[in-house]
């Protein structure tokens, strides 16, 4: 073989591999400086604290420190833009939440579309909520809950965070598949509402159960249900909505998206590394500490669960004319 038709071959040989062996180098690098997560919220929120302990975990496995920033406002869409317009590089990544089901239907106009700027990465939690009354009410269980908001139309109350929290939407889904009406009685955040609830201000609420699980055990909340599809280890005697109210599903969950084009090698590595921590017995105890359960799964089962719940939320929102404030 001639040189110059020899060296054409290997250049061209070259040339073919060269996109394999840097897409191989660029994820095997992966992350080469700090990596930002950001949290739709304030200090202290669950996304935030989810965020925080999560970002410790990957900082380790990885080598380079995972950052949390917090990007409160604007219904959360201030901090989610702000993640849809970084590079898709894999670091700048965002806590995913409900909310992010919730807004798609909520808001009219938004300057993205979540499910087309978001690459889901993985799931980092499930959360439990609880159907609480208080101690005052006459019922002492879902159908005498029914029974008694059927009986007495409109002048049973049930408190929120705020409108179109997923505290909310849990409380409008109840009445929409029970057939009940109940007040909505919006407050700034879940300690207010759960302090009038104590106070016997509002008859129902159903908050996270790491915000109530305290009060529960003190007996200042009498527990009816857990708005899960099974039982809470936590609350192992209390039954679900579910099994009064057929095919009632309503949990807040946690979970890790990034840019849209974001690449399949970073997110894979990402996913791996988040699944890893939910198989470690100490994350896997400060989760079921702070009321939850690991959500491991792939970006696809991740993708799922985000789609099922913006369908159903969507129908929830448009049945009680929830609109943002």
Do not use: C
Not at 106 to 113: I, P, S, T
Not at 130 to 157: D, F, H, Q, R
Not at 200 to 219: D, K, M, Y
């Amino acid at each position: 073989m001639k040189p110059s038709r020899r060296r054409f071959l290997n250049l061209a040989v070259g040339a073919a591999v060269l996109p394999a062996v840097s897409r191989t180098a660029k994820a095997q690098a992966y992350p080469s400086r700090p990596v930002r997560i950001i949290a739709a919220t304030g200090l202290g929120g669950a996304p935030d604290i989810f965020a925080r302990l999560i970002g410790e975990w990957l900082s380790e496995r990885l080598g380079q420190p995972f950052i949390t920033e917090n990007r409160p406002g604007g219904g959360h869409n201030i901090g989610t833009e702000a993640v849809v317009r970084a590079p898709p590089d894999g670091y700048t990544l965002l806590l995913v939440d409900p909310t992010a089901s919730i807004n798609a239907t909520l808001y009219e106009k938004l300057n993205y579309n979540f499910a087309r700027d978001i690459a889901p990465v993985a799931g980092i939690v499930l959360l439990p909520q609880v159907m609480v009354v208080n101690p005052s009410m006459p019922a002492k269980t879902v159908p005498e809950l029914i029974a008694y908001a059927k009986a007495n139309p409109g002048k049973v109350s049930i408190a929120s965070p705020g409108v179109a929290t997923p505290g909310h939407v849990a409380g409008e889904l109840f009445k929409m598949m029970a057939g009940v009406n109940m007040v909505h009685v919006p407050y700034r955040g879940g300690a207010a509402a759960l302090s009038d609830v104590i106070a016997g201000h509002v008859q129902v609420f159903f908050p996270s159960t790491s915000l109530s699980l305290q009060q529960i055990r003190a007996g200042k909340l009498r527990a009816l249900a857990v708005t899960t599809t099974t039982r809470w280890e936590g609350l192992p005697d209390i039954s679900t909505v579910g099994e009064f109210v057929p095919g009632y599903e309503a949990s807040a969950w946690v979970g890790v998206g990034a840019p849209k084009r974001t690449p399949v090698e970073i997110v894979d590595q990402l996913n791996k590394e988040v699944n890893a921590a939910l198989a470690d017995p100490k994350i896997n105890t400060r989760l079921a500490d702070l009321g939850g359960t690991g959500l491991a799964g792939s970006p696809a089962d991740f993708a799922k669960l985000i789609a099922e719940e913006t369908e159903k939320w969507g129908k929830v929102i448009k049945f009680a004319e929830i609109k943002p404030e």
